[in-house]
């Protein structure tokens, strides 16, 4: 069998699904293929937090973008993938982390992200459930969260009903430049042919990068999550820690049915040959002496549920997006490092843009993959304090 | 070092591995999630209960007896742990919980005895309060000494249906019907594999007897249509169909429901045992060898939680269980004693396919289900909803539609509902039932408290 289209996609995550999406508002044809079934992996087993703080600066432009996609999303993909504009607020427990926030606040103002930071009293008035070690809160009024579970297929399906092709359960082993554009090869031994391919397969991506000469030091890990039996609905908001010390970077949401949403502190092992990742015991635990630290009320309730996903993660926490550094029309979106779900369609978006006009007001320079053609041992391992968006 | 043997469950199948494992000198752990062992088919009443094994468990109180004393003689030799509920397996250590006291303990072998509760299929109305499983209403009577309502109606099929209902005649409560879906015909087609343990036949028909002495009207061939009731009052009533067509509404003010048995699975599942499809149980379950060994190394499962054959073939199959682990750490091992098992436990295994036979899981009603029943009553999403991700969303597998739906999602984890979603999933998509697959095992196995502490520690203010 053969297959044409203007762009192939493969991967069908949130930038998979997403950039189909809006390649096909912008006219051109488009085929997805996804090895298992859209939104499986990372993107849909990922916290669900609609998060821009805490983004490093040169992501926010994309992630105010993206903002704009969530808040139009009803009406854009004709379902409700619940999500809830109902602000997310960052806490710590160091004063270091505390000034941080000032700064943080003041730098992403101008990058258009308008941040709130209280302290002290005040910020038990607004907060009184915070336990006694919190110093400071951020609260960013215009995020939320929506959930991850419907998301990427919502997105798929409505690229689908525009006229894309989306093609699940479907590997690719092979990609190839050929005279004209690519040629790409399934695991069964379909072929399907594009002038343009973007690669956002997560931790997938580096075996199909490598065929261009750019492998990537890309590591699968998995988030640890949880969700507690329902409760009465009484935070609508999104909230985590942040701070250098893994273990106590833990947050949560609530859904409006009652369920509190928890995740954070170290993940846990992933296989993407398996496409198994697994919570392990010993965090659960740990996670539940954070959670009662952080919202002592916590302690009356009960895990009911927890799971994992295959994320996949960079050395400096930071995705490759834009194009391939070796092989003209080839483009990259990985490796978003447990961060890629609010900004996955502000990304799909501006790829869309850059694939079809060839380019994009944003700037992408720090996302690009010869960064590690450049220096694979001399990064140093950033510290990013909520790894799940 | 002598190994560590877990035991997990102390139930028929527990008792007995762990009597196996002191007679060869071990010292296993046993830890159950009751207060006091027995299992659920011989549960112990609390301290200080004074009815006679004969009142608590009928033709059943000599093995009950004897199980009990077997386990008062092992606790000298063994360390138990009740009262904890195991919530993970990771490789090599169980996890455990007890109260808010968090605690792992590492294994050299580790036998799952996890039993297995009613297999339920969904009615228009078994959300309102005063709807029990049989297994749920035989706990209350057992335990508390306890009956579910003042009329009672058990509904569903299976040996338990009759065994509930005499059990609770006896105990004097009021049964008003005892509505079974399976046939006498079916019973009779069932007889030849049935007569594979003929004492338990002959046992089944004792109940009969009891019933037919109370004047308890018993419906054969029946399908449920409705259990009536309201918020505010619950259960008021039962509407099924009769099998010559007639409808019949029997008042009463609660319901006990079952479909035979299902076993428990969570903790195979969360040690890693690969799973695959019985067609005739029409259900997943881990894979285990004759003796019981899982393909997860030092993972044995026996009893009820790796096959439903009841009572008396999980004593043998406990035992068999525990004689392969010691087997396989390099501990003698007595093969004519195992033999002996092996044969007994062919014989349960056909007498297993004959209740099968003779009560048969209605797998039918899902595809007919008004779209407004309520399949998952944790997070009460319906039929038509688990339709509508089925038939918009695509969703033909039972992971994809509990991701759309929430069905599954819920604090039973699927333990009650999984069995008819996956029904109605098939029946909806149109495929086998094979093909909508089986939820993936999530730990914790039950709610896990978020007051969790390790074991150890003395509780600090926090």
Redesign the interface.
Known sequence: MTARADVIVIGGGIVGTSTAFFLRQRNRSVILLERG?TGQQAS?VNFGGVRRQGRALEQLAMSNRALETWRRSRELLGEDVEFLPSGHTRVCYHAHDAEYFHRYAADARACGLDLEVVEGAAMFRRFPFL?RDVLAASISPLDGHANP??AA?AFG?AAARLGAHIVENTEVVRVEKEAGGFRVETATGDVYRAEQVLICAGAWANALSTQFGEPVPLSARGPQMA???PVPYVFPFSMGVYTSIKEESVYFRQIP?GNIVLGGGPPGPADAGTRRAS????N??AQ??Q???MV?A??????????SGVESYLPDSEPVIGPSSTTDGLFYAFGFSGSGFQIGPGVGETLAEVLDSGSTPIDLTSFSIRRFQRASSTHAESITSETSP | MAATVIVIGAGPAGVRAAEALVEAGLRPVVIDEGRRDGGQIYRRQPEGFTRTYDALYGTEAERARALHEAFDALRPNIDYVPDTLVWNVAPNSVHMVSGTRHRELGFDALIVCSGATDRLMPVPGWHHAGTYSLGGAQVALKSQGCAIGSRVVMMGTGPLLYLVAAQYVKAGATVSAVLDTSTFAQRLRALPQLLAIPSTLKKGIALMKVLKDARVPVHRGITPVEIRGTPEHGVQGVRVKLADGAMLEVECDAVALGYHLRSETQLADLAGCEFRFDQALQQWLPVADEDGRSNVKGVYLAGDGARVRGADAAERAGRLAALAAMKDIGMISNEDEANKLRIQLGRFTRFAAGLRAAFPWPARFAATLPDETIVCRCEAISAGELRRVVNDMGAKEANRAKAFSRVGMGRCQGRFCAHAGAEVIAAEARVPLEAVGRLRGQAPVKPLPMALAPHQDMETSE
């Open positions: 079934l849909g336990g579970r419907l297929p399906r969700v507690t039996e049915r919570v392990l015991p010993a659960t635990v539940m002496a959670f009662r630290r002592p916590m302690r009356a309730l009960h895990v009911i549920r927890v799971w």
